[in-house]
């Protein structure tokens, strides 16, 4: 089960993991080429820091919409709130089980005019962090808005402009505020949990081929684990990195007995590995990626409000193989 960030293991030591940053940064500034425009452009972290996040924000003419797990980062809400005072719509929808840790950023929200509910219960945990500017882009993330983990954690997240994405966010979006019962639309590529995320990574799973790469933090859905298990046994060349190893021993011990090859960055060294990602079939012309806040958890899959996305975007796809292929090489077998 989810545990809120603040109750997990501290991310690690500063400089080891600044060592890993600049390594990181380096590989990726000289590996990831250009591409084609497209609906989807990757944000790395931390690599690339949280900067195009705020940028986003500060494009906004008309409405803000923002669901997020937790929130602790005053520069994002003094500009959301600096919004609100000029005008613009600002709404968020916050984890009904994190009002306490998210006070700070509903304060100053409020203060400003802005609107902040809290998610309902029908959810486990409201998990999604997204956020969507003047109804025309929104931005899907792993990460938590939170400068407690910024400069350790490994996340990505995705800028989507695709009409059909963005409307079907904006749908979900004023259903939850209102605390109304929705089943989502997948527009070009969404994942939602809990309607439909468990079928969808399950058959990109089982669609690999040649080559599939998970980036997880959690790590004991039995379907999704299965699957990994099945797709090593079929001959796929299969690699996963995971943040704590340990905490899924037999989950580690049946991918590994089929062939996969498996690495942790679990003490002392290297980021926080709060990712959740897959690459499958890099190379071929059938490779696909997902990004989004969906953890290999049942509850992450069945329970939560969660958002992600799998796409074919050639940008997305070579950025999250390049920097994962950094995390492996960085592990510690497993």
Same mark, same amino acid.
Request: glycine share 6%; aromatic share 10%.
């Given at each position: ?25 380096? $590989?990726?500034?000289?590996? /990831? ?8 452009? &990757? ?9 195009? /996040? ?6 906004? %003419?008309?409405? /803000? ?15 959301m709130a600096k919004k609100a005072k ?34 309902? %219960? ?32 490994r996340d990505y997240g995705v800028f ?12 979900? $979006? ?29 058959? &990109? ?12 933090? !959690? ?23 995971? !943040? ?45 990626? $997902? ?15 969660? &958002? ?12 999250? !193989?390049?920097? $994962? ?7 510690s077998s497993a």
């Open positions: 089960m989810l545990k809120p960030r603040s109750m997990r293991k501290h991310p690690y030591t500063l400089t080891a993991i600044a060592s890993a940053v600049l390594a990181g940064a380096g $590989f990726l500034a000289t590996s /990831i080429p250009a591409h084609a425009a497209s609906d989807y452009t &990757l944000q790395i972290l931390p690599d690339q820091g949280e900067s195009a /996040i705020y940028n986003f924000v500060n494009t906004a %003419t008309s409405s /803000i919409d923002m669901t997020i797990y937790e929130f602790k980062d005053s520069t994002l809400a003094n500009d000029a005008g613009v719509n600002v709404r968020v929808v916050m984890d009904e089980k994190h009002k306490s840790y998210d006070q700070a950023a509903a304060n100053t929200l409020t203060a400003a005019g802005a609107h902040v509910v809290y998610s309902s %219960t029908s959810f486990y945990y409201t998990h999604q962090k997204t956020i969507t500017v003047d109804n025309k882009e929104s931005y899907i993330s792993s990460g938590n808005f939170d400068t407690t983990y910024y400069s350790t954690s989507d402009t695709n009409a059909s994405d963005v409307s079907a966010i904006v749908a979900v $979006f004023n259903a939850d505020y209102a605390h109304k019962s929705i089943t989502p639309s997948d527009g070009a590529d969404l994942v939602w949990s809990p309607t439909d995320s468990q079928s969808r990574l399950l058959a &990109l799973i089982n669609g690999a081929t040649k080559t599939l790469d998970v980036e997880e933090e !959690e790590f004991s859905d039995s379907t999704l684990v299965n699957a990994v298990a099945a797709a090593a046994k079929r001959g796929v060349t299969v690699r996963v990195v995971l !943040e704590d190893p340990s905490s899924y021993s037999s989950e580690v011990s049946q991918v590994k007995s089929a062939g996969a090859k498996v690495v942790g960055y679990s003490n002392p060294n290297g980021f926080y590995i709060h990712a959740k990602a897959i690459v499958a079939d890099y190379g071929t012309s059938s490779a696909k990626a $997902f990004v989004g806040s969906e953890n290999f958890s049942d509850t992450s899959l069945n329970s939560n409000r969660e &958002l992600g996305l799998i796409t074919p975007d050639s940008g997305v796809v070579s950025g999250v !193989e390049k920097t $994962f292929n950094s995390d492996f090489s960085g592990g």
